[in-house]
């Protein structure tokens, strides 16, 4: 029965009575369309509805394979932050929550940093994972990308950041509010390095998210029908009063109201950024100084330079430091 209980679609092997040998995991519903994709086929297209181009939420770490040259990198290590700081508890203890989405994901909270090469050019690229508590953005995920562009700067690589979040991290109520503006600070850092900071929105990117780090790249891209906005409809209908246009939080209509610079298919991805990192990132280019501008450069590189900051596990992730993160 092996044949049939790989090939044959849910609905049908219920008709010939096999349902109940068959692992879950072979064939996955689309969101999109509701027919059955074969697992095979979903690695094949990247995730992607082989009948209708719905674009499935993937995994941090599935992502960085699928845009690092020959899916290769390496994992930045990213510091401890204090768990649980306000011993919050809602129906459930935050640690608990904490604890179950560590065991269900394999990860230690929502977001990666990879290091490798994209197209040739050094990359350092951030990803949120939305399977880890709704890719919600915590002191961890504040530090994760303070971490990922100091090391962009270092490497003078350029910092692509991928969301995927429902937005601030709740239970860590002000605390990850005030990510908001550490991750902001973070991506300035790499842009007065003169560092292109690449954003690829991904569905969901809402909330905080979108309201910090998200929206800030030199070049904004989004994946096709992904959900970004700050407010979801429901809230924005009843607060303004007014029926919103359909899909209006949707990828293609930001695109279309100049919200974003680009929609690319899930599958040119990886060829789009190597493209766009080899225009905007040219390290062998001599500055075009004049001789002043130099003098004024060597002064300044006489100053020591701020410390880089490695994460302790020790410290408080939200104590002030020399750059105000
Ligand atoms: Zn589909």
């Given at each position: 029965?092996?044949?049939?209980?790989?090939?044959?679609?849910?609905?049908?092997?219920?008709?010939?009575?096999?349902?109940?040998?068959?692992?879950?995991?072979?064939?996955?519903?689309?969101?999109?369309?509701?027919?059955?994709?074969?697992?095979?086929?979903?690695?094949?297209?990247?995730?992607v509805?082989?009948?209708?181009?719905?674009?499935?939420?993937?995994?941090?770490?599935?992502?960085?394979?699928?845009?690092?040259?020959?899916?290769?990198?390496?994992?930045?290590?990213?510091?401890?932050?204090?768990?649980?700081?306000?011993?919050?508890?809602?129906?459930?203890?935050?640690?608990?929550?904490?604890?179950?989405a560590?065991?269900?994901?394999?990860?230690?909270?929502?977001?990666?940093?990879?290091?490798?090469?994209?197209?040739?050019?050094?990359?350092v690229?951030?990803?949120?994972?939305?399977?880890?508590?709704?890719?919600?953005?915590?002191?961890?995920?504040?530090?994760?990308?303070?971490?990922?562009?100091?090391?962009?700067?270092?490497?003078?690589?350029?910092?692509?950041?991928?969301p995927?979040?429902?937005?601030?991290?709740?239970?860590?109520?002000?605390?990850?509010?005030?990510?908001?503006?550490?991750?902001?600070?973070?991506?300035?850092?790499?842009?007065?390095?003169?560092?292109?900071?690449?954003?690829?929105?991904?569905?969901?990117?809402?909330?905080?998210?979108?309201?910090?780090?998200?929206?800030?790249?030199?070049?904004?891209?989004?994946?096709?029908?992904?959900?970004?906005?700050?407010?979801?409809?429901?809230?924005?209908?009843?607060?303004i009063?007014?029926?919103?246009?359909?899909?209006?939080q949707?990828?293609?209509?930001?695109?279309?109201?100049?919200?974003?610079?680009?929609?690319?298919?899930?599958?040119?991805?990886?060829?789009?950024?190597?493209r766009?990192?080899?225009?905007?990132?040219?390290?062998?280019?001599?500055?075009?100084?004049?001789?002043?501008?130099?003098?004024?450069?060597?002064?300044?590189?006489?100053?020591?330079?701020?410390?880089?900051?490695?994460?302790?596990?020790?410290?408080?992730?939200?104590?002030?430091?020399?750059?105000?993160?």
């Amino acid at each position: 029965m092996n044949w049939l209980k790989n090939l044959v679609p849910p609905k049908l092997r219920s008709l010939v009575g096999a349902q109940k040998e068959i692992s879950d995991n072979l064939w996955y519903k689309c969101p999109g369309c509701t027919q059955m994709i074969y697992h095979r086929d979903l690695d094949k297209n990247l995730h992607v509805c082989q009948h209708c181009g719905h674009h499935l939420r993937i995994r941090a770490e599935q992502r960085l394979k699928m845009l690092f040259d020959n899916g290769k990198f390496a994992l930045l290590e990213l510091g401890k932050p204090l768990a649980d700081p306000l011993k919050f508890r809602d129906l459930k203890k935050y640690s608990d929550r904490i604890r179950d989405a560590r065991s269900k994901t394999g990860e230690t909270d929502a977001l990666k940093v990879g290091l490798g090469e994209i197209g040739g050019h050094k990359t350092v690229i951030a990803v949120l994972d939305f399977a880890f508590m709704g890719g919600s953005m915590g002191m961890a995920v504040g530090d994760g990308l303070i971490t990922a562009a100091r090391r962009a700067v270092s490497e003078t690589a350029p910092l692509v950041v991928i969301p995927s979040s429902g937005g601030a991290r709740m239970q860590e109520g002000i605390l990850s509010l005030m990510q908001m503006t550490r991750s902001t600070i973070a991506v300035e850092e790499v842009k007065e390095a003169g560092l292109p900071y690449i954003v690829v929105l991904t569905d969901p990117t809402t909330g905080g998210v979108t309201a910090s780090f998200a929206m800030l790249g030199d070049i904004q891209i989004a994946e096709p029908g992904s959900q970004i906005g700050f407010a979801g409809k429901r809230v924005i209908e009843q607060t303004i009063r007014e029926t919103l246009p359909d899909g209006f939080q949707q990828a293609e209509y930001l695109l279309e109201h100049g919200m974003i610079d680009m929609v690319v298919h899930r599958q040119d991805l990886a060829a789009t950024l190597a493209r766009i990192i080899g225009l905007l990132h040219t390290t062998n280019v001599a500055p075009d100084t004049s001789p002043d501008d130099r003098q004024k450069e060597d002064a300044a590189d006489a100053i020591p330079s701020t410390e880089v900051i490695v994460p302790d596990p020790s410290r408080p992730a939200t104590k002030a430091t020399d750059k105000g993160l």
